[in-house]
């Protein structure tokens, strides 16, 4: 009775022992997830013929938290302005640069056309403050803060989005919440937080499926204080309702994968919102791979949504 009361003993300490383990590893996994390491701004305007811009910093709504970037006018780059302001938004772990586009190469391509060019660092990224990255939960609050910066200083000025993977979503986000974007160009994005982790959270983490997967998804709520279906795109589409889309994804996308933007698409009741897919363009690499088709398609769709009356309320 005694061998057998030993046994079970050491057995309930092995198993939790694991428990214990697991949790570790999937609480540190998670955790590094939240802290991506800084990336250096190793670039400049100047690098890619900007010489005028201004170099700004703005509160996030969560007022703690200020953000810094560059503003680039059209017209102190020397094109006639066309009244508009394109918010820039970049993916996780990167910075305003976004440098797989690289995003100052498209930027100067639209000051060219008299588009106004914001671009900042989310929280965690870059030179903003702030400690954590969440994917677009708490971004969302950083690029509200972008929109009021710009609408305050530049009254004047119509406000479009165009964003890369966490930036897209964080776009439609931030267009779901606030009227006065006028449209958005979203690159990559993803349909829903929770979906999206549910079947991609391994290739993120480099841990098999089971049982982190899971662990992680019931954890990481407690560390952000939210849940992944907090963080949901397809309704923030629904919600800009007369607001133009545009949509680009590549089908070589291995990180979201292109289906992400083809179910966004379809939540769209607006006429000129549009999927565009690059053939074998891999995870925000469409712009890289297809430069010149690239511009051409977004700016035909700011074009034609400028024009739109639909999207006046």
């Known amino acids: 009775m005694n061998g057998w009361w030993l046994a079970s003993l050491i057995l309930f300490m092995l198993i939790m022992l694991a428990v214990v383990s697991l949790t570790a590893i999937a609480l540190y996994v998670g955790w590094k997830l939240m802290h991506p390491p800084r990336k250096p701004l190793s670039m400049k305007p100047e690098d890619f013929g900007i010489h005028t811009y201004e170099e700004v910093s703005f509160p996030s709504?969560?007022?703690?938290?200020?953000?810094?970037?560059?503003?680039?006018?059209?017209?102190?780059?020397?094109?006639?302005a066309n009244g508009i302001t394109m918010i820039f938004s970049h993916g996780y772990s990167q910075n305003r640069l976004e440098p797989h586009l690289p995003a100052l190469s498209l930027a100067k391509r639209l000051l060219a056309e008299g588009y106004d060019i914001l671009m900042y660092?989310?929280?965690n990224s870059g030179l903003s403050e702030g400690k954590i990255t969440t994917v677009g939960y708490l971004e969302q609050r950083d690029l509200l803060g972008a929109i009021d910066f710009v609408s305050e200083t530049y009254p004047s000025q119509q406000i479009a989005l165009i964003g890369?993977?966490?930036?897209?979503?964080?776009?439609?986000l931030a267009a779901g919440e606030d009227e006065r974007v006028q449209f958005v160009v979203a690159d990559s994005p993803y349909y829903a937080?929770?979906?999206?982790?549910?079947?991609?959270?391994?290739?993120?983490?480099?841990l098999p499926r089971f049982p982190f997967n899971q662990l992680m998804l019931s954890l990481l709520p407690f560390l952000v204080k939210a849940q992944p279906r907090h963080v949901a795109p397809y309704r923030a589409v629904q919600k800009m309702g007369n607001r133009p889309i545009l949509l680009?994804?590549?089908?070589g996308d291995q990180t979201?994968?292109?289906d992400h933007s083809r179910k966004l698409v379809a939540e769209s009741q607006h006429p000129l919102?549009?999927?565009?897919?690059?053939?074998?363009?891999?995870?925000?690499?469409?712009y890289a791979k297809e430069p010149d088709a690239y511009v051409e398609k977004v700016l035909a769709f700011l074009q034609k949504a400028a024009k739109n009356p639909l999207q006046h309320r």
């Open 61 to 80: 709504r969560d007022p703690d938290i200020r953000l810094s970037g560059w503003y680039l006018s059209a017209a102190q780059n020397g094109s006639a």
């Open 121 to 123: 660092d989310f929280r």
């Open 164 to 172: 890369f993977s966490m930036g897209a979503v964080t776009s439609l």
């Open 193 to 206: 937080l929770d979906e999206y982790l549910q079947e991609n959270l391994s290739t993120w983490t480099g």
């Open 248 to 251: 680009i994804h590549g089908t």
């Open 256 to 258: 979201i994968p292109h």
């Open 273 to 286: 919102t549009d999927l565009w897919l690059v053939p074998e363009a891999g995870h925000v690499r469409s």
